[in-house]
């Protein structure tokens, strides 16, 4: 459950067990903010442009509910297995920070709308089961840059746009005992959210937003410590791993070598990998919450909540399962799909283009995935692109494999036409009428190239000939580079093992 070994930890910090929580912010994608009428997308406009006097904090204004952000956090939380309140209400959390207009954020304290849930997670073949404290609704702070000047002084600029933008914030039970449990959380979550469609969950932008509490308790101990360090600035999943990590080793040396943990909000340097303190809090920040008095209560019927769970979309889980019971997939590959929402559609898409069944399907399915799992992903990672940012398109899937299938096409020529296809958005017929990439089958001209080869390379035959059969796979390899990917794969193993064994005929013969 617990890897020291995989951080290097001291012998110290290996005596003791992470106890990790979560906080996680994330931005919904509604059209309007949180309570008023403003744009919710912001992003790329000048600062302080998509603002009105709600945002801005202007005396005298009123809040509005945003509906949208009430249900999307429901949808949320039967995702996530809570107990649905069927009364809420939103409260006024004071603090004097100079990224908060009004001098408190509207959010909810002791009635959240969702609560008491879990979300399972499988972690180096362990089950684990993370406990959900609640999931509640807040309207998001406006954004400071720091800046110093040319003369060394130093000041903050405040663009408002952010300010109000709906806010869903979950927060976990102290349930994760690693690093890579937390981080195997946050990737889980953002699947969820992104399946239900409710945020971008994009961590560079800053919609999906991370904060950890962590502590180390003795191995033995099954008491949750009573004080904890707040980890902020992490905004990436590795970055939680690595910081998370840094932590646990720091905090277990202080306990080591007789100290005492103080409770306090360190940030994350990424560049130093460290983390530094920020503030000292001994205990928790009076926030003087009350019950924001321009809001009345929301009445949450169980119709309602019936009607969101009835409109839920698939959830990850369910659809890896699915994918292994309809598509025959490996359990492997129906988890690496399923991970992301974009590439599940695409590769179902692909599978269903000719509408093929039973065995049939099921074939296609596992060609797709691999071509998906391997190639397309590997063209993903070195373009920097996701799969709606490419050309490529599911239909170019499907063909590539009936062109394959139908032996119109090798598997060399096939990663030649993926990668054209993926460049261009041509089809892949397309690219092989355009290249000339149908496949040789005529067993004179591939005979020749078998010929060539062998002429070529007399070391590997040498080796074939002394009992080393890998020699075959390198000149097969050969008849492939003549042919330029065009010879028929089968067609040309049987042809060089003919060649082959009839010189080790001769030669024994002589």
């Keep these: 459950m617990y890897d020291a070994h995989s951080f290097g930890y001291t012998v110290t910090a290996m005596e003791y067990e992470p106890v990790i929580g979560l906080e996680v912010h994330s931005q919904l994608l509604t059209r309007s903010k949180m309570y008023c009428a403003c744009r919710a997308g912001y992003q790329g406009d000048p600062p302080n442009t998509v603002v009105c006097p709600v945002c801005l904090g202007m005396p005298g204004v009123l809040p509005v509910i945003n509906k949208q952000a009430v249900q999307y956090t429901i949808m949320t939380g039967l995702a996530l297995n809570c107990t649905i309140a069927s009364r809420t209400k939103f409260d006024r959390k004071n603090y004097p920070y100079p990224d908060l207009m009004k001098g408190y954020q509207i959010s909810q304290y002791d009635n959240p709308i969702a609560s008491r849930g879990w979300l399972q997670l499988e972690v180096n073949g362990e089950t684990r089961c993370i406990g959900i404290t609640r999931v509640h609704l807040e309207e998001d702070v406006a954004k400071l840059t720091h800046v110093r000047d040319a003369t060394g002084e130093s000041y903050s600029l405040v663009d408002v746009n952010r300010a109000g933008v709906p806010l869903m914030e979950i927060v976990s039970e102290p349930d994760m005992r690693s690093p890579e449990e937390a981080r195997q959380y946050l990737m889980k979550l953002r699947t969820i959210l992104r399946y239900l469609g409710v ?288 010879a028929n794969p089968t067609l040309a193993n049987k042809l060089v093992k003919e060649r082959l064994e009839g010189l080790k005929t001769s030669q024994r013969d002589t």
């Design 199 to 486: 945020s971008t969950c994009n961590m560079e932008e800053g919609s999906f937003r991370c904060d950890a509490n962590v502590s180390v308790r003795p191995k033995e101990s099954r008491e949750i410590p009573s004080a904890k360090v707040e980890v902020k600035n992490m905004n990436s999943f590795r970055a939680v791993y690595q910081a998370l990590g840094y932590e646990v080793e720091r905090l277990a040396r202080v306990l080591g070598e007789g100290g005492r943990i103080v409770q306090e909000t360190r940030g994350w340097v990424e560049g130093e990998g460290v983390t530094v303190s920020q503030r000292t809090k001994e205990y928790a920040h009076d926030y003087r919450y009350f019950p924001e008095p321009d809001l009345p209560p929301v009445e949450i019927a169980s119709e309602w909540v019936e009607e969101i769970r009835s409109r839920m979309p698939e959830l990850p889980d369910a659809r890896r399962d699915r994918f292994v019971a309809q598509y025959d997939l490996p359990q492997y590959d129906a988890d690496l799909l399923t991970a992301s929402k974009e590439m599940a559609d695409f590769f179902e898409d692909a599978v269903k283009v000719d509408g093929a069944g039973g065995n049939a399907l099921g074939k296609r399915a596992k060609e797709v995935s691999n071509w998906l799992l391997g190639d397309i992903s590997h063209l993903l990672h070195d373009r920097g692109k996701g799969l709606d940012e490419s050309r490529l398109r599911p239909q170019h899937v499907a063909e590539l494999v009936a062109l394959l299938d139908d032996g119109t096409i090798s598997t060399p020529l096939a990663k030649r036409v993926v990668e054209e296809a993926f460049d261009t958005g041509k089809s892949p017929s397309e690219v092989v009428k355009e290249r000339g990439y149908t496949q040789v089958t005529d067993s004179a001209l591939i005979e020749a190239a078998v010929a060539e080869a062998v002429e070529q390379n007399p070391r590997a035959v040498g080796d074939y000939l002394r009992g080393k059969e890998t020699a075959m796979r390198f000149l097969v390899g050969q008849v492939m580079r003549i042919t330029r990917g065009k």
